[in-house]
């Protein structure tokens, strides 16, 4: 412990940015983005220890306000970076939502073939649904089977 407050007396802006590389280390192992802004104060504490020389308690303090504070104001006004604004990536099956096809026979009881996305698909309907070739759009995916409505033209 004695090295280290000897190193600390004459370099105490390397102690500062090994704990910032050691903070961002852990936060790039780990991912939950809570590490990035102590990483970030200590390196900033680092800075104006090596400026000013405030002194370890002055230092200590100030990372920790620069810690709680640019924490709470990035969770606070930054928006979430994976925050999901479509379909789920890992369901392809999703990505049909929305695309137009043609019925590939005569629905019967509102159960049928279509034809979407160069694929010959299981399809539901609630509408009736009669002449083959005919265009519809999937509004949902229940498992395998595409729900589908006629297009009006």
């Given at each position: ?19 910032a ?33 405030p ?34 990536l ?11 096809g043609?019925?590939?026979s ?21 509408e ?14 229940a ?10 033209t």
């Amino acid at each position: 412990m004695h090295a280290v407050a000897g190193f600390y007396a004459l370099q105490p802006f390397w102690l500062w940015l090994g704990l910032a590389a050691l903070f961002l280390a852990i936060e790039v192992a780990s991912g939950t983005g809570w590490l990035l802004w102590p990483a970030a104060s200590a390196f900033v504490v680092g800075l104006l220890a090596q400026a000013i020389h405030p002194g370890f308690v002055l230092e200590l303090g100030l990372f920790a306000v620069l810690t709680i504070a640019s924490t709470y104001l990035a969770r606070r006004f930054l928006p979430p970076v994976l925050e999901a604004k479509g379909p789920d990536l890992n369901d392809p099956l999703q990505r049909l939502v929305g695309q137009r096809g043609q019925v590939l026979s005569a629905f019967e009881q509102g159960r049928g073939r279509v034809f979407v996305d160069g694929k010959d698909w299981a399809a539901e309907t609630d509408e009736p649904l009669s002449a083959a070739s005919q265009e519809v759009v999937v509004t949902a995916v229940a498992g395998a089977v595409l729900k589908v409505r006629p297009i009006a033209t």
